[in-house]
């Protein structure tokens, strides 16, 4: 089983910014097009790493994580192949997890 | 020759007290003028006699007299507005004008940001000359300086102080520099959160960068090429006050004309007014996280006022003024007499002294 972690303030950046890709490049879909799709299609296990900045807007956590579900990954999938983690800040995993119940909700 | 500091506030200051002492000298015409009884009227010189005397006006300068208290509160707001709107009606075609602070008392944090937004639009779009006169009260003077208003109009720049003047920008830029300054101000986050500083850095910056979010996506006309934020921090009266402002399209247009909320307003009155439109959205995205692209923003912005032990936030926008009192979720929506002509948001966090108890 291979794995991989993803730290989003040394992979991408430290100060996320935006939701859509107009947004500019700090954005939630720049993140989940550029690096944590293709990492999901790639490897059997992807962790990902928010600690490192605090900066996180809603817009940008809803659109990195629910965007995965609308994109075509089920809550299963994710439930097994991706793990979230915020040494700081529990409250922003669970955010996370409520993203991606409420967008499954929604899309089925 | 007596040796005078170089720097301008110093020396103007040491100028003020050597005309204070030349004029109050003893024999001088004032030393000699009869001293006040209580309860008798003031002996005021003639051109006092009937009130305030006004300012003569300068040839080549429109002249705006700005109100006496600059807040938008729907107290102050329909004498605000029209003094702002008659300052950039009248500095179109790059005229001279000049603002009269005479009468003016008392400048609000939202008060200063919507007026340096018009002063700051004006010399971008029409290169104006704008120019300051009659500010007699100290905490007017403090605003002018410490919001920049003063170095905007081209006038020396006040001493390095700790406060953060107004900035402008387009998407998250001074974000940091705002956050810092919050975070290092020590109160702050024990206000909002003392267990945990992380939790408190992210409510106030997801606060403030969802509403610079939302005026990226939403406040302006697509074909505008200019969609500016005005934002300022800073800490009056023992309150933290962030302010921010746009001047795009306002908040009830952009949800009639994208369509969002689509079934809360339809919920509302055949012509809901401004007020009820942003109240309804407020409501709404307070308790739910369905809403996409915009929705969870204003979801956001309200929390950092709902977490703090006691904060107030207040939205200004079209012709609607909202006030959120976060301790027991009070609200007012009510009307304004004129359209603001853009958003303005405003955070407000009591803090309180040292010595009182955690916030549990």
């Not at chain 2, 109100?67 to 500095?91: H, R």
């Not at chain 2, 996409?292 to 979801?299: A, E, I, P």
Request: positive net charge; proline residues 6%; hydrophobic residues 35%.
């Amino acid at each position: 089983m291979n794995k991989h972690t993803i730290d989003v303030a040394r992979d991408f950046t430290n100060r996320p910014f935006g939701r859509y890709q107009a947004d500019g490049d700090r954005s939630g879909e720049v993140f989940r097009k550029k690096i944590l799709v293709p990492a999901l299609h790639q490897y059997d296990h992807v962790t990902v790493n928010l600690g490192g900045t605090n900066f996180y807007g809603s817009s940008f956590l809803e659109e990195v994580f629910g965007g995965l579900v609308r994109e075509g990954f089920t809550k299963d999938q994710l439930d097994r192949k991706l793990t979230v983690l915020h040494n700081k800040l529990p409250s922003v995993v669970t955010e996370v997890k409520e993203y991606i119940k409420e967008a499954a909700k929604n899309s089925a | 020759m007596k040796k005078l500091p170089t720097n301008y506030r110093l020396r103007q200051k040491r100028i003020e007290e050597d005309r204070f002492k030349r004029k109050n000298r003893p024999g001088s015409r004032r030393e000699t003028l009869p001293t006040h009884t209580p309860g008798k009227p003031v002996n005021r010189p003639r051109r006092w006699q009937h009130g305030l005397a006004t300012q003569p006006r300068i040839p080549g300068y429109k002249q705006v007299n700005a109100p006496t208290c600059i807040a938008l509160t729907p107290e102050f707001a329909d004498s605000v507005i029209p003094f702002v709107q008659e300052l950039g009606s009248k500095a179109v075609g790059g005229n001279k004008v000049m603002i009269d602070f005479f009468k003016t008392k008392r400048i609000s944090a939202l008060g200063a940001v919507y007026l340096y937004s018009e002063i700051d639009r004006a010399l971008m779009k029409a290169s104006a000359k704008i120019r300051i006169r009659g500010v007699s009260s100290r905490q007017v003077r403090h605003a002018l300086d410490m919001t920049g208003i003063f170095t905007l109009c081209k006038y020396p720049a006040p001493l390095p102080s700790p406060h953060i003047p107004v900035l402008r920008g387009t998407d998250d830029n001074h974000l940091s520099k705002i956050v810092e300054y919050l975070m290092n101000t020590a109160l702050v986050q024990k206000e909002l959160n003392n267990a945990n500083p992380a939790y408190a850095e992210r409510l106030v910056n997801t606060a403030i960068s969802e509403a610079m979010l939302n005026v990226k996506q939403h406040a302006y006309p697509q074909s505008e090429p200019n969609a500016f934020w005005w934002a300022t921090a800073a800490i009056l009266d023992n309150n933290l006050h962030i302010a921010l402002c746009d001047r795009g399209v306002g908040i009830p247009k952009t949800l009639v004309e994208k369509g969002m909320f689509k079934a809360v307003l339809a919920a509302l009155k055949t012509e809901p007014s401004d007020a009820e439109m942003i109240k309804a959205a407020m409501e709404y995205t307070r308790s739910s996280r369905k809403a996409r692209g915009g929705g969870l923003g204003s979801r956001d912005i309200q929390q950092l006022v709902l977490d703090a032990r006691e904060g107030h936030l207040t939205i200004i926008s079209g012709e609607g003024y909202y006030h959120l009192q976060g301790k027991n979720n009070n609200q007012i929506a009510q009307k304004i007499g004129y359209d603001v002509a853009g958003t303005l948001i405003q955070w407000q966090i009591p803090l309180h002294r040292q010595s009182e108890a955690p916030h549990e």
